[in-house]
Nanobody, 124 residues
Framework: QVQLVESGGGLVQAGGSLRVSCAASGRTFSSYPMGWFRQAPGKEREFVAAITRSGGNTMYADSVKGRFTLSRDNAKNTVYLQMNSVKPEDTAVYYC?????????????????WGQGTQVTVSS
């Protein structure tokens, strides 16, 4: 079992930067590939980024590639999503998720643990 708590959301102007974090409980954090998803009002929850257990590999949705960077610190049980050059269309609730069986990828259904989400609002 792992519990996830996101933080760092807020209001940011278009073109600015924001970093959201996800802190995990438990001593086995490093055994979970992690992902970030987001959900805008009236839309499906969509994949944003994923990172392997060691942090050595990452993948990104095309919509955020080159602007967002996902990293993790296994000693601190935390993953970080650095968001640069944000756009109004990045406005959403951002959720972190852990894959309970080692899956690394974009499929939402393969993530078994979810945080409560943090709101990110980008003003134009």
């Amino acid at each position: 079992q792992v519990q996830l708590v996101e933080s760092g959301g807020g209001l940011v102007q278009a073109g600015g930067s924001l970093r959201v974090s996800c802190a995990a409980s438990g001593r086995t954090f490093s055994s979970y590939p992690m992902g970030w998803f987001r959900q805008a009002p009236g839309k499906e929850r969509e994949f944003v980024a994923a990172i392997t257990r060691s942090g050595g590999n990452t993948m990104y949705a095309d919509s955020v590639k080159g602007r967002f960077t996902l990293s993790r610190d296994n000693a601190k049980n935390t993953v970080y999503l650095q968001m640069n050059s944000v756009k109004p269309e990045d406005t959403a609730v951002y959720y972190c998720a852990a894959s309970s069986w080692g899956y690394y990828g974009a499929a939402r259904s393969n993530y078994g643990y979810w945080g409560q989400g943090t709101q990110v609002t980008v003003s134009s």
